[in-house]
């Protein structure tokens, strides 16, 4: 497999994680660099993690993961999604506002975001693919691509902030909705 189209795995790959890191940017009030890094870490170490988990997986494991990976990150994105929306609406000192870069929160994002990647590395297995090569370069594609999610999100929440909430939360169930979908209708 060409570098190229290693390149353009990892971009696509990254594209929820893009989404997920501008729908957290949107939530910011002020830049911040350490939570950008630490979204961007958190999705890259997960995307370039579950190649390698999948690729060392087990018939059984795929043929289950295949199943019912689409219910999974659309359950997790639908639910944060929809939390989102009706905390921009009922917003109060006892709503608690979704924190997109507490550990918890961010961990749950990274495994709903990177179960496509865990599908990829079954087919790395399949393929004649230079493992480490294919997982390095995801994982630093997503990093850059989720960091700078998190500071175009910033500059657009600051200029949409009450309305931030809602765009977050559409994004995040679109995602979902998205994979979803894109399993039913494909497979």
């Known amino acids: 497999m060409s570098l190229f189209t290693l390149f353009a795995i990892a971009v696509g790959l990254a594209m929820d994680a893009l989404a997920v890191s501008v729908s957290a ?59 989102m929306i009706w905390e ?44 480490f090569t294919a997982v390095l370069m995801i994982g630093i594609t997503t990093f850059l691509i ?6 175009v999100g910033f500059r657009l929440g600051y200029h949409f902030s009450q309305w931030a909430d809602v765009i977050g939360g559409v994004i995040l169930m679109s995602i979902g909705i998205h994979i979803l979908l894109d399993h039913l209708i494909i497979h």
């Open 88 to 131: 921009a609406f009922h917003s109060s000192f006892q709503c608690k506002k979704i924190d997109y870069f507490e550990t918890r929160t961010l961990l749950l994002l990274a495994i709903a975001t990177s179960i496509d990647a865990l599908a990829v590395g079954i087919s790395f297995a399949l393929l004649d693919i230079q493992l």
């Open 146 to 151: 989720s960091f700078s999610g998190v500071l």
């Open 25 to 83: 940017g949107l939530r910011l009030v002020k830049r911040n660099f350490s939570k950008a890094l630490k979204m961007a870490t958190v999705f890259g170490i997960f995307q370039a993690g579950m190649p390698i988990i999948g690729y060392h997986a087990t018939t059984a494991f795929r043929t289950y993961i295949k199943n019912v990976d689409h219910w999974i990150a659309f359950g997790l994105l639908l639910g944060i999604g929809l939390k």
